[in-house]
């Protein structure tokens, strides 16, 4: 932490703390300790309490750089910026607080994990008080090869952006936006990104009216995924082995039916499984109803659901009718499948 109170109950930062002297917890009222040395900035921390809304037991040193460079970077636009402020009603400390324009908004710089329920409620709270947020990423959150829940939680969605997420590298002292985020099966997650050290330019930049469209596949993407996916049947294990099964008691094979299931683009990145599995579930329903997909509708949207991750800050419903839709408009394509 970087406030602390003093005996007279008045805030301190840390870099104004003399050792020696005693601070509490804004929060929990608990006597912290003061830490400094080479490698950290000077900071406060509990000596245990785990329970404490305030609490961040082992703050790195991103996490400590990061909220001080963040709050600088608003100061400098006229902002007026609250580096962990405690706001009382909610028992919730954002690392940021800031005032610009009678508006309030929050910054939340996550470096540590976190899970989905802590990061829900915390949202709430916030939503609850009509305070807008932004949750910014740090290093341990960077996009891999794939998504993780861990990383997941934390995507929002705009007209514009697509699906999105917000980075702050310490070491460049840069925001970093991804947006248009866009998963296929197989492949590496796609992104645009965006790169600024002016927050008022991220803003400015969320905002353009951006014409996005789902991104194609190559052709080499695609004879990649198709690789992998005949690879997967050939060693026939665990899901894909359940899936190969479904399909023989119809007397069908599954890596034949591959057409339908690698996709010509990629699409929203909220599986987190592959999407052949929850399309080879609602293809073999369509098969066996022979084509008749009005009343597997509902099958559909709750075969997305058990393959999707938890995105809190998404309203996904909209996301799985279109998935479908897409889906729906393929199987038409090959009508002559269904009537065999
Ligand atoms: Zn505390």
Redesign the pocket.
Known sequence: MLQACNLDGEPIAAYQAESGESYY?P????ELILKSGAHKITHFA?RN?PE????SEGETSEHLTGKLQLAQLLKVQGKTVIVEYYIEVLKQRPDLFVRHQQQNFVLEFQCAPLSVEKMKQRSEGYRRLGIAFLWILGERHRLQLGITQQIAQFIRWLPNLGFYLVYYSVKRKKLELYYHLEQADYLPVASLSFTTANFQELITFMKKPLRLVPQKLTSRQRSQQILKFQRDCFYSQGKIRELQQDWYQEGLVLQQLEFFFMQQSYSAPLYGVKQLYWKSKYLLAVYREKGKLAKLHQLGIRLQQQSSFSLPLVKLEHVWEEQLVDFNGILKKYHWFFRV
């Open positions: 917890c929060a929990c009222h608990a509990h309490n404490c809304a305030a609490h």
